[in-house]
């Protein structure tokens, strides 16, 4: 629970950071009254990842060591296509490409276990999202999906053993999203949101064991789309 309290605290707070950044730059009170929100679209998205620090449970303590890991900052990319039913409700489909490379991962001991590799994933996700419409030339909006990770991967470079190559798996993911959008002319959209996106306990395998690990994403997302 803590933990929730904590992601959601920084999801809110990144959220916020995003929304008054791209309020503060607009303008557009004439054009927001003049934009039809009706109608297909698609965008395109890219930002930072933060993958949270997280544990690796191994199954086997010779070459699949247990340890958490800290991950250095790294990239999200995706592109999306949906419906806008009017000003507030849209729904949309989403494929997204995030990936983090892994500093270290210390065992019970604080002994360094790994000292690189990385994790990766790819996610398809639906989401609904819903636009607050008490301002004319930005809409604040709030975003819930669900889906899952069609692939996660990673490879640990181990200290003193073999490294462990192509761990994989694919699972259930869900996220929320706080974000603001401006309208550019009548059909571009620019936007930006923060954004919380976890998937519950994979076990990333290969031929030789697995890792049981935590995965869990805050990102900092920017883009563009376009309404048909």
Same mark, same amino acid.
């Given at each position: !629970?803590?933990?929730?309290?904590?992601?959601?605290?920084?999801? $809110? *707070?990144?959220? @916020?950071?995003?929304?008054?950044?791209?309020?503060?730059?607009?303008?557009?009170?004439?054009?927001?009254?003049?934009?039809?929100?009706?109608?297909? %679209?698609?965008?395109?998205? @890219? @930002? *930072?990842?933060?993958?949270?620090?997280?544990?690796?449970?191994?199954?086997?303590?010779?070459?699949?060591?247990?340890?958490?890991?800290?991950?250095?900052?790294?990239?999200?990319?995706? *592109?999306? @296509?949906?419906?806008?039913?009017?000003?507030?409700?849209?729904?949309? =489909?989403?494929?997204? %490409?995030?990936?983090?490379?892994?500093?270290? /991962?210390?065992?019970?001991?604080?002994?360094?276990?790994?000292?690189?590799?990385?994790?990766?994933?790819?996610?398809? $996700?639906?989401?609904?999202?819903?636009?607050?419409?008490?301002?004319?030339?930005?809409?604040?909006?709030?975003?819930?999906? !669900?889906?899952? =990770?069609?692939? /996660?991967?990673?490879?640990?470079?181990?200290?003193?053993?073999?490294?462990?190559?192509?761990?994989?798996?694919?699972?259930?993911?869900?996220?929320? !999203?706080?974000?603001?959008?401006?309208? /550019?002319?009548?059909?571009?959209?620019?936007?930006?949101?923060?954004?919380? !996106?976890?998937?519950?306990?994979?076990?990333?395998?290969?031929?030789?064991?697995?890792?049981?690990?935590?995965?869990?994403?805050?990102?900092?997302?920017?883009?563009?789309?376009?309404?048909?």
């Amino acid at each position: !629970m803590i933990f929730i309290q904590k992601s959601y605290a920084r999801l $809110m *707070l990144l959220g @916020g950071v995003v929304a008054a950044t791209v309020a503060f730059g607009s303008s557009r009170q004439a054009l927001a009254d003049n934009t039809d929100y009706q109608g297909p %679209y698609a965008r395109l998205l @890219g @930002g *930072l990842n933060f993958a949270l620090d997280s544990d690796f449970d191994g199954n086997r303590s010779d070459s699949f060591p247990s340890g958490e890991a800290s991950l250095d900052t790294g990239a999200v990319v995706g *592109l999306g @296509g949906g419906y806008r039913f009017n000003r507030n409700f849209a729904a949309e =489909l989403e494929y997204a %490409y995030r990936s983090n490379d892994i500093d270290k /991962i210390k065992g019970s001991g604080g002994t360094t276990i790994a000292d690189g590799g990385d994790l990766a994933s790819v996610a398809i $996700m639906a989401n609904g999202y819903y636009f607050f419409d008490f301002a004319e030339s930005w809409s604040p909006y709030i975003g819930f999906g !669900m889906g899952f =990770l069609q692939e /996660i991967d990673s490879d640990v470079e181990l200290v003193g053993a073999n490294d462990q190559k192509d761990l994989e798996d694919s699972v259930f993911a869900w996220q929320a !999203m706080v974000g603001a959008e401006v309208p /550019i002319d009548d059909s571009w959209r620019f936007y930006g949101e923060g954004r919380f !996106m976890t998937a519950p306990s994979p076990e990333l395998s290969n031929s030789n064991g697995s890792y049981s690990v935590d995965y869990n994403n805050l990102s900092l997302i920017f883009g563009i789309g376009y309404q048909f």
